[in-house]
T-cell receptor, first 113, second 112 residues
Framework: DVKVTQSSRYLVKRTGEKVFLECVQD?????MFWYRQDPGLGLRLIYF???????EKGDIPEGYSVSREKKERFSLILESASTNQTSMYLC????????????FGDGTRLSIL | KNQVEQSPQSLIILEGKNCTLQ??????????LRWYKQDTGRGPVSLTI?????NTKSNGRYTATLDADTKQSSLHITASQLSDSASYIC???????????FGTGTRLTIIP
């Protein structure tokens, strides 16, 4: 089975901190995604990557950056955390070229105080 | 504006009963529609994906239907079990720009 692992289930940080969310997949998938999920809004795409060192902005990239130095790892970076970035963050991966996430991690619930 | 609307927002049914969840969309042109199940505290898991030419697709006790003319999909759950308690999310992909539009989900609770 494909496994997408997010390093933290719960994370609490302070306003202004630089925050790193890590995601690792074990199936050699080309594509990786970062979403945030908020009540009443559905999932929203922050960034995605279709290859090592490649990245594309999603629908809400402001305040975030990403890093993909190795194929299996995709990191989401909050440059200067703000309270409106409190959310559930979901990482996903896929092997095909459809641009659709196939396998999700279990999420990181991030609270910014 | 491309939208995906799901109904009802929440649903409570008795174990063993059937239920149907709805997904209406305005995304155009249409590429495909996917249903996910998301257990509390877990990531979404894909149940089924439907393309333009498919009307019905089953995955165990889950049956999805698609009417591309009316832009409607439904997810029917037969003989519900306690483990079916979850949020069900409908996602529609737009043809051409690969963009996905997510619904906000239906929260289903099965009670014994």
């Amino acid at each position: 089975d494909v496994k997408v692992t997010q390093s933290s289930r719960y994370l609490v940080k302070r306003t202004g901190e630089k925050v790193f969310l890590e995601c690792v997949q074990d199936m050699d998938h080309e594509n990786m995604f970062w979403y945030r999920q908020d009540p009443g809004l559905g999932l929203r795409l922050i960034y995605f990557s279709y290859d090592v060192k490649m990245k594309e902005k999603g629908d809400i990239p402001e305040g975030y950056s990403v890093s993909r130095e190795k194929k299996e790892r995709f990191s989401l970076i909050l440059e200067s955390a703000s309270t409106n970035q409190t959310s559930m963050y979901l990482c996903a991966s896929s092997w095909d070229t459809s641009g659709q996430p196939q396998h999700f991690g279990d999420g990181t619930r991030l609270s910014i105080l | 504006k491309n939208q995906v609307e799901q109904s009802p927002q929440s649903l409570i049914i008795l174990e063993g009963k059937n239920c149907t969840l709805q997904c209406n969309y305005t995304v155009s042109p249409f590429s495909n529609l996917r249903w996910y199940k998301q257990d509390t505290g877990r990531g979404p898991v894909s149940l089924t994906i439907m393309t333009f030419s498919e009307n019905t697709k089953s995955n165990g006790r889950y049956t999805a239907t698609l009417d591309a003319d009316t832009k409607q999909s439904s997810l029917h759950i037969t003989a519900s079990q306690l483990s079916d308690s979850a949020s069900y999310i409908c996602v529609v992909k737009r043809l051409g720009n690969e963009k996905l539009t997510f619904g906000t989900g239906t929260r289903l609770t099965i009670i014994p």
